[in-house]
Structure formats: structure tokens, C-alpha cells
């Protein structure tokens, strides 16, 4: 199937391809279906929609900043997870070129099913932080 888009121009994608947002994305939820493309061999790809050209995020995989999710079953069963290796998460990451800051969006993450091509997000409260993200110690951006 050919998908229009503003950032890449036309592109052909397989169906099997199609990542199914039943409930869409926050702010999105009109669009229901995306494609990850891969972004230049770095450790960020871009979650394009395949209804609205202009609709892409750039995301990673939380393993990128030392960090590591444990979903409860609850959003497990949301996307039809059988197999915890099916799992792929990943974070939406902005970028703000006036102050030169990158925003990894780590209480919202992306679940997606890689068996079933549904994906979800998951807005994170506050007392789910503590037990279901994993966060490297220290100061990350410290040298010695």
C-alpha cells in the first residue's frame, strides 16, 4: 500500500506493517493507524500515520536512557499481549530547536504488540512511576 507523507514523500508499506491504535493516540485519537520507520540507523524511528500525512513522532526505546518499563497485565491485555517478548515499548521524543532541548516523554509510553500490530498508550499517574518504570541513578549528564 503507497501512504502519503510530508516528511518522506510517497512510500510503500506492507499491511503486515500497519500498527492498530484502537483508541488512538492522546490528541490523535481520530488516527488509528501508524507505520514505524527507521530514522537514519540511530537509536530514534518515527511512528508515521498512514491516515494523515503531516501526523509523525519521532520516538525511542527507553533502553536508550538506561531506562526499562514493567507493564502491568491490565494494559498487557489491551493490545492481546500473549508473550512478554511480543513487547515493544517506546517513547515519543520532542525536540525544541529555540532552547536546544530534546523531551523524552517517559510517564506516556507506547506499548505495542509486535504478534498482533496493536499498539497503546500509556499515560502513566504518578504512583504508577514508582513501580513500573526502571531509571538509571546518578546524573546523566555528569562527567568525570
Known amino acids: 500500500m503507497q501512504v502519503n507523507t510530508t516528511r518522506f514523500g510517497k512510500i510503500e508499506i506492507a499491511e503486515k506493517e500497519l500498527i492498530t491504535f484502537p483508541w488512538g493516540i492522546p490528541g490523535f485519537e481520530e488516527l488509528k493507524s501508524y507505520v514505524l520507520l527507521e530514522y537514519k540507523n540511530g537509536p530514534f524511528q518515527w511512528l508515521q500515520s498512514v491516515e494523515e500525512p503531516s501526523v509523525a513522532f519521532v520516538v525511542c526505546a527507553p533502553d536508550f536512557l538506561g531506562m526499562a518499563y514493567s507493564a502491568p497485565d491490565a494494559k498487557k491485555n489491551l493490545i492481546n499481549l500473549e508473550h512478554d517478548e511480543d513487547l515493544v515499548v517506546l517513547n515519543i521524543v520532542s525536540f525544541n530547536r529555540a532552547q536546544g532541548a530534546i523531551r523524552f516523554h517517559v510517564k506516556s509510553p507506547l506499548l505495542f504488540n509486535v504478534a498482533s ?24 549528564g555528569r562527567t568525570e
Open 117 to 140: 500490530r496493536i499498539g497503546y498508550q500509556w499515560t502513566m499517574e504518578a504512583d504508577e512511576l514508582k513501580g513500573h518504570l526502571t531509571m538509571p541513578s546518578g546524573d546523566p
